[in-house]
């Protein structure tokens, strides 16, 4: 597959050399004051004993490059410049102020998701009279969820892998190459690329999802004979185990609505069998199949029903 325009750097305009840049107190007027008046400057207050700051650093720099010069981002320590930190009365960090004209025009407090920091950018660059469209990574992905949509594996993981060799944190390029290798019917390479992750990345919620699905299919490998289950079952529709059973053959099947039907049923003759195994297998197809997923929504809807009836 032909690399997607601009994705390795190599081609689209060069980013200013001064578009990140750490400033101190003495540099503040120039660096911020002055410089906005041309474009809109992100200030980040952060000190190194910070953990939150260093989760949001580099998700504003990723959030910034992305704009391609529509605003700026500099990095001040409070650390090292305590007298600006009191002056703009920063008292808990992460700490974000956006300047214009030299005046502050926005700004939060700790740290945020990274849907919600691309957004900060986005409107400051509007509101400023700039425009930021969608970044080569940013296509790369929307292109790479397209293919899996149409169940084109090799294309979407060729993507994922190209978005991977320029920002190899990417997490939501991560999750993907995860589903593709689950996709591929490859659970061990999934869950070896998973358990190669950091702690922190494997806590991100889109890694946690495919955590889940990884899970699945691991357990789901081990299932019983369909059609001996689907037997057994009707010869004794009593069966917990059974049909526990047949809901992850079903599964493992790729017939996920009736996987999910079967305990269900389990949930309608015996809520607290086996220390609520179905209703907490329910959960575990949720957190595969995703919060949007229809049937993740048409699942809840009876559970929610069926729990509260």
Not at 70 to 76: G, H, N, T, Y
């Amino acid at each position: 597959m032909e690399p997607i325009i601009g994705l390795s750097g190599g081609s689209g305009a060069e980013l200013p050399a001064d578009l990140i840049k750490d400033a101190t107190t003495e540099s503040f007027t120039a660096d911020v004051l002055d410089a906005s008046r041309d474009v809109p400057v992100i200030v980040d207050f952060w000190a190194p004993w910070c953990g939150p700051c260093k989760q949001l650093g580099p998700a504003l720099e990723k959030a910034v490059k992305a704009a391609r010069g529509a605003v700026r981002l500099v990095k001040i320590d409070i650390d090292q410049n305590q007298a600006l930190a009191a002056q703009l009365r920063v008292q808990s960090i992460p700490a974000v102020f956006a300047f214009f004209q030299g005046r502050p025009v926005d700004g939060f407090v700790g740290a945020l998701p990274d849907s919600q920091i691309q957004s900060f950018v986005k409107r400051l660059a509007e509101a400023t009279g700039g425009e930021v469209g969608p970044s080569p990574v940013d296509q790369a992905l929307e292109q790479a969820q397209a293919a899996l949509d149409q169940n084109q594996v090799g294309a979407a993981s060729a993507l994922y892998g190209q978005i991977l060799s320029v920002e190899p944190d990417n997490v939501a390029a991560i999750a993907g190459s995860i589903r593709c290798h689950l996709l591929s019917g490859d659970a061990a390479g999934a869950k070896q690329m998973y358990d190669a992750l950091t702690a922190e990345m494997q806590a991100r919620p889109e890694i946690s999802a495919v955590a889940a699905a990884i899970e699945l299919e691991l357990d789901s490998g081990a299932a019983g004979d369909l059609a001996a289950l689907h037997s057994q079952v009707g010869a004794n529709p009593g069966d917990h185990q059974a049909r526990f059973d047949l809901a992850m053959a079903l599964y493992a099947a790729g017939q996920k609505e009736g996987a999910a039907d079967e305990l269900m049923e389990i949930l309608r003759r015996d809520r607290s069998w086996n220390e609520e195994a179905a209703r907490k297998q329910l959960v575990k197809f949720f957190e595969a199949w995703g919060p949007t997923d229809p049937l993740t929504l048409a699942t809840r809807r009876k559970l929610s029903s069926l729990l509260f009836s």
